[in-house]
């Protein structure tokens, strides 16, 4: 069962009297929770309680956890749930699979752009390694003009 059906196959009223509380007619209980409570102060509702002298409150689960001292899977159990361990559908292995295929599609193109970047540096190094020496004015301008070149047709976006 689920904790949904739980809560609907169990009353909070239910719950309360499998401890052995019985609620007055006004649906009042004293509160297990804390000492001195000399007259009912826990109203139980269809579906949960609120405690208006200690401010415990709460739905099955949490009354039942509070009562045994126990986790919410504990209490789960107790009241008829069975946990059951999620199995990945096909759907999520499929959408896993589409991801690393992009991604290596990804990984291909950046390693093509910077192959592309690195022979066009080649060629332009060789160009103009025949006009100027390597570092002068005329290999800085040279350098500018290629960096503006491959920003315009957008092969370092492609990298980035």
């Known amino acids: 069962m689920t904790s949904e059906e ?84 096909d759907s999520l292995s499929i959408y896993r699979a589409r991801k690393k295929r992009e991604m290596a599609v990804k990984q291909a193109k950046r390693a093509q752009a910077e192959k592309d970047l690195n022979n066009l540096l080649i060629s332009v190094y060789r160009r103009y390694m025949d006009r100027f020496e390597p570092f002068s004015d005329g290999w800085c301008d040279c350098c500018e003009r290629l960096q503006k070149e491959l920003y315009r047709h957008e092969i370092l976006n492609e990298m980035g």
Do not use: W
């Open 6 to 89: 739980i809560k609907e196959k169990y009353s909070m009223r239910d719950i309360v009297e499998r401890y052995g509380l019985r609620p007055n007619r006004a649906g009042f209980i004293t509160c297990p929770f804390h000492l001195g409570d000399r007259t009912p102060s826990m109203k139980i509702y269809k579906g949960d309680f609120h405690c208006y002298a200690c401010g415990a409150n709460g739905d099955i689960f949490d009354f039942v956890m509070r009562m045994d001292g126990s986790s919410f899977k504990e209490a789960f159990q107790s009241l008829g749930g069975e946990y059951i361990k999620p199995v990945l559908s």
